[in-house]
């Protein structure tokens, strides 16, 4: 089975710097990647996803992803945070099961992001 | 903007007693998940659905716990008895996903916050 690590439960930034999110799946072949956020009382929003191809992705709000496949990881990135990106950070990872058709989804622990001034 | 709908927001009720949570996927999507989000165990998959059919309820307690789609428009998610360890946030999501997968995003809805004492 698929799993998702998110090595940082709680990671705090000066608004303006930079960001780094890590994430690190573990599975036998490339899965589906996705990125992600979750506002206080809120639904998950998605931030951006790999599939195939390029392996930096861009998505939503300024942020991008790096997939690497050397290293497993998909860390999400963006070059100058805003005290509005002050969320909760989910990655996830799919999978097709193939022989029924079905596809399913399973999410890091996530990583909360603090913004200070 | 198309919306999950999720009812009641919150939830508060007794140990023993039976708990119904409500979920509106988006209009056209054929794909419906139920997960679980925990402090200590973050976002657990329950069950889902594909055209209001159960594929997958294995992270489900099947003792207490029960989901079913009765029309395309509403997925319910039952708990009983409730126990304490039930208090949660249920996150009800929908996707209009075909047999090639997860090239569209998971659509969330708000949640409901139950809370069993």
């Known amino acids: 089975a698929q799993s998702v690590t998110q090595p940082d439960i709680h990671i705090t930034v000066s608004e303006g710097a930079s960001l780094e999110l890590r994430c690190n799946y573990s599975?036998?072949?490339?899965?589906?990647l996705f990125w992600y956020v979750q506002s206080p009382g809120q639904g998950l929003q998605l931030l951006l996803k790999y599939f195939s191809g390029d392996t930096l992705v861009q998505g939503i709000k300024g942020f991008e992803a790096e997939f690497k496949r050397s290293q497993s990881s998909f860390n999400l990135r963006k070059p100058s945070v805003h005290w509005s990106d002050a969320a909760e950070y989910f990655c996830a990872c799919g999978i097709l099961e193939s022989n029924f058709g079905n596809e399913k989804l399973t999410f890091g622990t996530g990583t909360r992001l603090t913004i200070i001034p | 903007d198309a919306r999950v709908t999720q009812t009641p927001r919150h939830k508060v009720t007794e140990m023993g007693q039976e708990v119904t949570m409500r979920c509106q996927p988006i209009l056209g999507h054929n794909t419906v998940f139920w997960y679980r989000q925990t402090m200590m165990q973050g976002l657990e998959l329950l069950a889902y659905?594909?055209?209001?059919?159960?594929?997958?309820d294995s992270g489900m307690p099947k003792d207490r716990f029960s989901a079913e789609m009765p029309d395309a428009t509403l997925a319910t998610l039952k708990i009983q008895p409730s126990e304490p360890r039930d208090s949660a946030v249920y996150f009800c999501a929908s996707g209009p996903w075909t047999g090639g997968g997860l090239d569209s995003p998971l659509h969330f809805g708000n949640g409901t916050r139950l809370t069993v004492t």
């Open positions: 599975y036998g072949a490339t899965p589906y």
């Open positions: 659905f594909r055209n209001r059919a159960p594929l997958d």
